[in-house]
């Protein structure tokens, strides 16, 4: 068995080296193969899915086997996004409702080892938090503690994925509310990061000016040494004795 592993957008595969590699030397018809990956892919236009075509190498008969699509993709589809932040610590992109997150997990289920739905909605949440998402207004750690805490059991319960007008234009306000104090955040940080480099380079020019003096001060030092090396020394200390004096001892002693 041959097993051909590809990530093609909804309804829209193409013929690939790889496929072309892999089942020209079969003999097997490249553009039927593709035209089947696109029929049985077509529910995900504008989504990237995991295909498997499965190659029998004896009888040259194949299987197309369409994965679930990654929880990034789904959340990018159901709403409306390109992509995902860059940094999702400062960049909330949206805010979803419980109601999106149980949608996604639902369609999720069978591609992950969660055992329930609330399981299920956890581990989306926290792909939500890493695109720069919050769901409710919380990140995904705020989030689960309210899930697990028992607030979202009604939606769970009733398997709620319909956000109500009403109810997402609160959570777009929300979010406006968000950015806006992340946005003042950030320029804080900003203002505190240049007032402390206005501060060191205050500081730079009076450290250079005191190190000229500081050497000045040494060498007037130095130039002190040789006037006193000529002093005799104080105290208890025995005194030099001149060359003459020495000289006229011995001669004293030979008479």
């Given at each position: 068995?041959?097993?051909?592993?590809?990530?093609?957008?909804?309804?829209?595969?193409?013929?690939?080296?790889?496929?072309?590699?892999?089942?020209?030397?079969?003999?097997?018809?490249?553009?039927?193969?593709?035209?089947?990956?696109?029929?049985?892919?077509?529910?995900?236009?504008?989504?990237?899915?995991?295909?498997?075509?499965?190659?029998?190498?004896?009888?040259?008969?194949?299987?197309?086997?369409?994965?679930?699509?990654?929880?990034?993709?789904?959340?990018?589809?159901?709403?409306?996004?390109?992509?995902?932040?860059?940094?999702?610590?400062?960049?909330?992109?949206?805010?979803?409702?419980?109601?999106?997150?149980?949608?996604?997990?639902?369609?999720?289920?069978?591609?992950?080892?969660?055992?329930?739905?609330?399981?299920?909605?956890?581990?989306?949440?926290?792909?939500?938090?890493?695109?720069?998402?919050?769901?409710?207004?919380?990140?995904?750690?705020?989030?689960?503690?309210?899930?697990?805490?028992?607030?979202?059991?009604?939606?769970?319960?009733?398997?709620?994925?319909?956000?109500?007008?009403?109810?997402?234009?609160?959570?777009?306000?929300?979010?406006?509310?968000?950015?806006?104090?992340?946005?003042?955040?950030?320029?804080?940080l900003k203002a505190e990061a240049e007032a402390k480099a206005a501060a060191e380079a205050a500081e730079k020019p009076a450290v250079e000016e005191a190190a000229p003096?500081?050497?000045?001060?040494?060498?007037?030092?130095?130039?002190?040494?040789?006037?006193?090396?000529?002093?005799?020394?104080?105290?208890?200390?025995?005194?030099?004795?001149?060359?003459?004096?020495?000289?006229?001892k011995v001669l004293e002693k030979k008479k």
């Amino acid at each position: 068995m041959t097993k051909i592993q590809l990530i093609v957008e909804g309804g829209k595969a193409t013929p690939t080296p790889q496929i072309a590699q892999t089942l020209g030397p079969m003999k097997i018809p490249i553009n039927e193969v593709i035209s089947k990956v696109n029929e049985k892919t077509k529910a995900f236009q504008g989504i990237k899915v995991p295909v498997e075509v499965h190659v029998n190498d004896k009888d040259k008969t194949y299987d197309i086997r369409v994965g679930s699509p990654p929880v990034s993709e789904l959340i990018k589809k159901e709403l409306k996004l390109e992509k995902g932040s860059g940094t999702p610590n400062r960049e909330k992109l949206a805010n979803v409702g419980v109601e999106h997150v149980i949608k996604i997990a639902k369609q999720k289920m069978e591609g992950l080892l969660d055992k329930s739905l609330k399981a299920a909605v956890k581990t989306v949440a926290g792909t939500c938090n890493s695109m720069g998402l919050l769901i409710e207004g919380k990140t995904s750690d705020q989030f689960s503690k309210d899930l697990e805490a028992g607030k979202y059991d009604v939606e769970l319960k009733a398997e709620k994925m319909d956000v109500s007008p009403e109810k997402k234009a609160r959570l777009d306000e929300q979010l406006k509310t968000i950015q806006e104090q992340l946005k003042k955040e950030q320029e804080r940080l900003k203002a505190e990061a240049e007032a402390k480099a206005a501060a060191e380079a205050a500081e730079k020019p009076a450290v250079e000016e005191a190190a000229p003096a500081a050497e000045g001060a040494k060498e007037a030092g130095a130039e002190k040494k040789p006037a006193e090396a000529g002093k005799v020394p104080a105290g208890g200390e025995k005194k030099a004795v001149a060359p003459a004096t020495v000289e006229k001892k011995v001669l004293e002693k030979k008479k």
